[in-house]
T-cell receptor
Framework: AQKVTQAQTEISVVEKEDVTLDCVYE???????LFWYKQPPSGELVFLIR??????QNEISGRYSWNFQKSTSSFNFTITASQVVDSAVYFC????????????FGGGTRVLVKP | AAGVIQSPRHLIKEKRETATLKCYPI?????VYWYQQGPGQDPQFLIS???????DKGSIPDRFSAQQFSDYHSELNMSSLELGDSALYFC??????????????FGEGSRLTVL
């Protein structure tokens, strides 16, 4: 069975601070995908990034960056120079190729960015 | 570009009533997924369909049923509603031939409130 753990339930920062969200996953499959989704107060799920299990290259995209480490089964996400609009719940998720695209979500981390 | 369309966006029902949610996937997408997100919870997989056949089943109550029609839209039927059914229901779609990329597209969700 798959499992995703987001140990941080809530993070509060002041605008312009950096925020790192932790995600640890469990799976026995060798081919899988990891995701980060943002859920603002309006409720929709906004796709941020997808990584497959064979792509450990970390990346920076604007103010977002990701750190994927298979050795520790972690897929952490960082927001640099946070803004009030970043306030949302962030979900890490895992899908297994053998099971189609069915996603297993972590419990979510609520990020509150104060002005 | 066309996205996943869900209707209604908001629905209020009384206990023991029946509700139907509809999902229109992205054109040419052949796979539909339903997720339920309770207040303060992460989205939980309910059921999925591929080419109008049920492909996977998660924690969907027996009071719920779903199907995918010939035009690929899907409906989630919920009967004998309970207060605990109050949640945000997400539909997502994907294209089977791109399943190996793990790409999944979410609708904006339908918020069901049971009074």
């Amino acid at each position: 069975a798959q499992k995703v753990t987001q140990a941080q339930t809530e993070i509060s920062v002041v605008e312009k601070e950096d925020v790192t969200l932790d995600c640890v996953y469990e799976t026995r499959d060798t081919t899988y995908y990891l995701f980060w989704y943002k859920q603002p107060p309006s409720g929709e799920l906004v796709f941020l990034i997808r990584r497959n299990s064979f792509d450990e290259q970390n990346e920076i995209s604007g103010r977002y960056s990701w750190n994927f480490q298979k050795s520790t089964s972690s897929f952490n996400f960082t927001i640099t120079a946070s803004q009030v609009v970043d306030s949302a719940v962030y979900f890490c998720a895992l899908s297994i190729q053998a099971a189609g695209n069915k996603l297993t979500f972590g419990g979510g981390t609520r990020v509150l960015v104060k002005p | 570009a066309a996205g996943v369309i869900q209707s209604p966006r908001h629905l209020i029902k009384e206990k023991r009533e029946t509700a139907t949610l509809k999902c229109y996937p992205i054109p040419r997408h052949d796979t539909v997924y339903w997720y339920q997100q309770g207040p303060g919870q992460d989205p939980q997989f309910l059921i999925s369909f591929y080419e109008k056949m049920q492909s996977d089943k998660g924690s969907i109550p027996d009071r719920f049923s779903a199907q995918q029609f010939s035009d690929y839209h899907s409906e989630l039927n919920m009967s004998s509603l309970e207060l605990g059914d109050s949640a945000l229901y997400f539909c997502a779609s994907s294209l089977a031939r791109t399943r190996d990329t793990g790409e999944l597209f979410f609708g904006e969700g339908s918020r069901l409130t049971v009074l």
